[in-house]
């Protein structure tokens, strides 16, 4: 976290802290109270030989929109993976909601029950870069599946809610289109659908634009965009710096095995203190 | 005995039905039971092969290899003959099934393995991100699409099934290819050799078509799959 300012007294609900939106001047500053949704410690992940993160610590708190930017190679898809179980951790302790939903190598931490983690993890969104839809079903069909296999909700009510999260990202006249048929962005937003689906209580992105055609990344975008104003808890991978900036409530900078830096994106963007982000920004934007 | 040349083809054929007809028994009846104890023995196999323990996989492996490499004929000798010899005494029809659903299976657990792995791994992250266990991912998403690949490859297995139920004479049973011999060298024509032929031809064409209407039935709901 950035910010360790202390508030004296008179601590406020978490709601208020949203409110005021990046404004950290004086009283207005984080609410202690604010809940965290996701908590990484200490983590360690190697691939093989190959040591991806050594000691990432970082918390997301209810609401918060997180972007993780960085070098390519530099360990953002792993974070992200590992905060929803995609990859096994070598050390540290991931807590989603306060579950301890992975733990080795840490005294004291003891990873939850299965039940209990599958649960939280049920509550965990995500999407991918290369979107991964079901090729075999149609828009709609891919958007209900998991609601109807895991959770159990019947076809009608289930077709339901596919219709209304489909609606949600603008393609409810898609929903008999099989995948081959749609444009990447439609792919993506029908993915964005798919996840919404399962109700999540928060997101992961991971590059959702980067195998878009540059004139179909807006149209993914604005979705995003949207789940913000919403107050959707989420972390984002993206080289989109315009909408880094212009969404994040943090952006952190992943390098060198390490997060370099942790900032609102104000200071983030306009007075880095890191040379690499300096370093970083400067290609990207020029 | 010559004189039987005057003899129409189709009038002799339906002269010698009664014999023939035993050993056309014996190729089918060899033939769709095999299918049916190795299908869902394949299945299990592959999924076994691509998600079971190290030591299963292992076992399979071994089994995959033994019965892929060597020679069915081999197979049915050393399982026919020599079995006894470790006190186990087996009816040709047993070791026949065993031995050709074995290697059946064998060829069958490699073509749905590979179909399994072409899935691609984005397929099972995202089932997994959306909370579906195992069996879920498999029976929603894995086999549906694995099974359209499975299908060729299965049709050729399944020709080369039919055709290779001729080798179960090597263990004293009596098939129809085995029947048309003993009835070419009897009566020194042919004919019996063309019916056989024709057989085992318009098998294979009724195999290809059933396997095509499999595929016309699983793309009508399942379009081409060109980029996911
Ligand atoms: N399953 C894996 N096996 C081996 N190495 C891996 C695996 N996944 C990732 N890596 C390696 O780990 C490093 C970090 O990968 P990661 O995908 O997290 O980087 P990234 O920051 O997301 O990069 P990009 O911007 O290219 O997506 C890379 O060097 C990558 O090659
Ligand atoms: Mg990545």
Known sequence: MGEKTQVGAGARTGDGARADGGAQAGGGARDDTAEVIIRLTNLHKSFGELSVLQGVDLTVERGQVVSIIGPSGSGKSTVLRCVNGLEKID?????????????????????????QIRAVLAKTGMVFQSFNLFPHMTALQNVIEAPMTVKKIPKARARELGMEKLRRVGLDDKADAFPSRLSGGQKQRVAIARALAMEP????????????????????????????????????????????????????????????????????????EHPRVAAFLDKMLN | MLIDDRLGFWQYIID??????????????????????????????????????????????????????????????????????????????????????????????????????????????????????????????????????????????????????????????MDMMRTAQRIVIMDLRIDAFIAVLAIYLLMASLTVSVFHRLERILNASVLKEEGS
Request: proline share 7%; charged share 20%; aromatic share 10%.
């Open chain 1, 91 to 115: 050390r540290g302790v991931v807590e989603i909601e306060g579950v301890v939903v992975a733990a080795v190598g840490t005294p004291g931490a003891k990873p939850a029950p299965k039940e």
């Open chain 2, 16 to 173: 010698k039905m009664p014999i023939l007809i035993n050993g056309i028994k014996t190729s089918y009846l060899l033939f769709f039971a095999v299918l049916l104890i190795a299908a869902p023995l394949s299945v299990l196999a592959a999924v076994a092969k691509v998600s079971g323990p190290r030591a299963v996989r292992a076992l399979l492996n071994l089994y995959t290899w033994a019965f892929r490499g060597s020679p069915l004929v081999l197979q049915l000798s050393l399982v026919y003959y020599g079995f006894p010899y470790l006190g186990i005494v087996w009816q040709p029809w047993t070791v026949a099934l065993v031995v050709f659903s074995l290697s059946f299976a064998a060829y069958e657990t490699e073509v749905i393995r590979g179909g399994i792995i072409s899935v691609e791994k984005g397929q099972y992250e995202a089932c997994r991100v959306l909370g579906m266990n195992f069996f879920q991912t498999m029976r929603r998403v894995v086999v549906p699409q694995a099974i359209r690949r499975v299908l060729p490859p299965t049709c050729s297995e399944v020709i080369i099934l039919f055709k290779d139920t001729s080798l179960v004479t090597s263990i004293a049973l």
């Open chain 1, 201 to 272: 209580d928060f997101m992961l992105f991971d590059e959702p634009t980067s195998a878009l055609d540059p004139e179909l990344v807006g149209e993914v975008l604005d979705v995003i965009k949207s789940l913000a104003r919403e107050h959707m808890s989420m972390m984002i991978v993206s080289h989109e710096m315009g909408f880094t900036r212009e969404v994040s409530d943090r952006v952190i900078f992943v390098d060198n095995q390490k997060i370099v830096a942790d900032n609102p994106p104000e200071r983030f963007f306009n007075s880095p």
